[in-house]
C-alpha cells in the first residue's frame, strides 16, 4: 500500500511538474505594483516622455482575479483631450508578441480591469484603451492591430491600416471595475478578436468565445511587420481634475486563458507549488 501510494505522489509531482512548465507562457503582465507616481515614464519598462500616466496608490479588484498593486492612471489635472497617437499614451514594447500574429492558427488571450477610483463620479466619457499595434521601430506606432477600450461602452476592434474590412465589436457596458477578457484567433484570412465583458472567473470556459461579441479584420503581420507596441491612454475628454479618472489595471496576454485569469495570488501559488513537489520529489528518491 505504501509503495502504492508512493508512485501515486510521484506521478503527482511528474504532472504538477510538467503543468508548471507547460502553463509558463505568460507574454505579458502588469499589475502596477509600483510606487504611486504622476509620470510613469521609465517605471515598469513603460516609456512616457511627455508624463500623460501615472501610477495611482489603489489598484482595482474583480472576484476571483488575483490582483496587486496599485493601477495605471491618467496624470491629473488633464487639460486636453487624450488622443490614440505615441506621444500621448505611455507604451513600451512587448518582446515575443510578433510571434504570435506572424501565424494563421495561433490563438492567445488577454485580459485587463477598467474604473474610476472609490469616489469619482461615474461618467461614459472616461476611456482607458489598450492597443497592441504595428510600430516603425521607434516607438511611433501603426494602427495595425488590436484596441480595446471604454467610451461609452466596452469596444474591441480588429485594425488593419488601408484594408477594407477591418472590424468592430462592443460586448456592452457596465458600471463600476470592468473586466475585458478577450481571444485572439490567428486565421487564414480575416483574424477574430472574441470579447467576455465581466466574466464569472469561476466558471468561464474557453468555449464561452464562441457565442462572444466578435470583431473581425485582417492583421496584416508579415515578418517586416511588428505588432509587439503595447500603448496605454487614459483619461476623460475634456478637462479634469478629478480624482484619478479612469484606472487601468492587471493586464496579462497568454497563449492559454488559465494565464490570464489566475485565481490564486502568483507569489503564493509559486511558493505552494516549490514547497509541495520538493515534499513529493524526497517521496520518490
Known amino acids: 500500500m505504501k509503495s502504492y501510494l508512493s508512485f501515486v505522489l510521484c506521478l503527482v509531482a511528474a504532472v504538477m511538474v510538467g503543468a508548471s512548465s507547460a502553463q509558463a507562457t505568460l507574454l505579458f503582465y502588469d499589475g502596477f505594483d509600483y510606487t504611486p507616481t504622476n509620470n510613469i515614464d521609465g517605471v515598469g519598462g513603460w516609456i ?84 497592441i499595434f504595428n510600430h516603425d521601430g521607434a516607438g511611433t506606432p501603426f494602427q495595425d492591430g488590436l484596441s480595446t477600450g471604454t467610451t461609452g461602452g466596452m469596444g474591441i476592434q480588429v485594425l488593419d491600416v488601408g484594408v477594407v474590412g477591418e472590424g468592430n465589436a462592443n460586448p456592452g457596458d457596465a458600471a463600476g471595475t470592468k473586466m475585458l477578457l478577450g481571444r485572439i484567433t490567428m486565421k487564414v484570412g480575416d483574424d477574430e478578436f472574441a470579447g467576455i465583458l465581466n466574466p464569472d472567473l469561476a466558471t468561464v470556459v474557453d468555449s464561452d468565445f464562441n457565442s462572444a461579441e466578435t470583431a473581425y479584420g485582417e492583421i496584416s503581420a508579415s515578418a517586416s511587420q511588428n505588432i509587439e507596441w503595447l500603448g496605454l491612454w487614459i483619461g476623460t475628454w475634456g478637462v479634469t481634475d478629478d480624482g484619478d479618472n479612469t484606472l487601468m489595471d492587471e493586464i496579462r496576454i497568454g497563449t492559454t486563458l488559465a494565464d490570464v485569469i489566475p485565481v490564486p495570488e502568483p507569489a503564493s501559488l509559486a511558493l505552494l507549488a516549490v514547497g509541495g513537489l520538493a515534499l513529493l520529489r524526497r517521496r520518490c528518491r
Do not use: C
Open 48 to 131: 512616457d516622455p511627455t508624463g500623460v500616466v501615472g501610477v495611482s496608490s489603489v489598484g482595482l479588484t474583480y472576484t476571483g482575479l488575483a490582483t496587486e498593486g496599485g493601477a495605471a492612471k491618467k496624470k491629473l489635472p488633464q487639460t486636453n483631450n487624450i488622443g490614440s497617437n505615441g506621444n500621448s499614451q505611455a507604451h513600451q514594447i512587448v518582446a515575443g508578441l510578433a510571434d504570435q500574429f506572424k501565424s494563421e492558427s495561433n490563438v492567445f488571450y488577454v485580459s485587463w480591469l477598467a474604473g474610476d477610483s472609490t469616489g469619482s463620479p461615474t461618467s461614459m466619457a472616461r476611456r482607458g484603451n489598450i492597443a
